[in-house]
């Protein structure tokens, strides 16, 4: 594993080349020297606390973007694997495929409505958007007073910071993926 301040330099240099950014350039906003940064991109020495505040804050990112250990770039999830949550007494099961994180903005859920299955959600935060396709069966969703019937090959995008509701309407297990966009 690597250390730290290897962490760091692989994370500025990231972040700096991501938002275009020249050694000349990230050294004017954030007030670092040039060599300094150079050097912290080379891994060496050891910079401070603050120094690492002023290259946040020049970049407009946070503190943590600078110390977060990477992550493998590729990610399989068996959702067999998952713990679902459940709703209706179980009858719904909600699969948390890919969270929201990271700060990512959105999440990835896999949702099995048994026949007959209810779920109401409370209102997501302001903005919050859902994004739906069913891959079998069909539900019934609600959301600020309008109800819309989604089957099979279908998908639906709705305003999701109101009370909604998911049923399924059909005489099969309802299947969809959902995707939530938190702006």
């Known amino acids: ?24 350039e990230l050294s004017k906003l954030s007030g670092v020297s040039k060599s300094m940064l150079a050097q912290i991109e080379r891994g060496e020495g050891n910079p401070t606390i603050s120094t690492l505040w002023k290259l946040s804050n ?28 459940l709703e209706d007494g179980g009858k719904v099961k ?10 990512r903005r959105f999440a990835v859920y896999y949702l099995e409505l048994d026949e007959g299955s209810f779920w109401e959600s409370e209102p997501h935060l302001k903005g919050t958007t859902e994004f739906i396709t069913i891959s079998a069966g069909r539900i ?3 959301a600020d ?9 279908e998908s ?3 305003k999701a ?14 299947i969809l993926h959902m995707i939530l966009y938190n702006p």
């Open 94 to 103: 909600n699969y948390s495929i890919f969270p929201d994180d990271e700060n």
């Open 140 to 142: 019934e969703i609600s």
């Open 156 to 158: 639906i995008r709705f």
């Open 58 to 85: 020049g970049m407009k990112v946070p503190f943590d973007a600078l110390t977060v250990r990477p992550k493998s770039p590729y990610e399989i999830v068996d959702t067999a694997e998952l713990q679902p949550l």
């Open 1 to 24: 594993m690597d250390s730290m301040n290897l962490i760091v330099a692989k994370n500025i240099r990231r972040l700096r080349e991501e938002n275009k950014l020249s050694m000349d």
């Open 161 to 174: 910071d109101c009370v909604h509701s998911y049923r399924n309407t059909g005489h099969e297990t309802a």
């Open 145 to 153: 007073g309008h109800r819309f019937t989604v089957g099979k090959g």
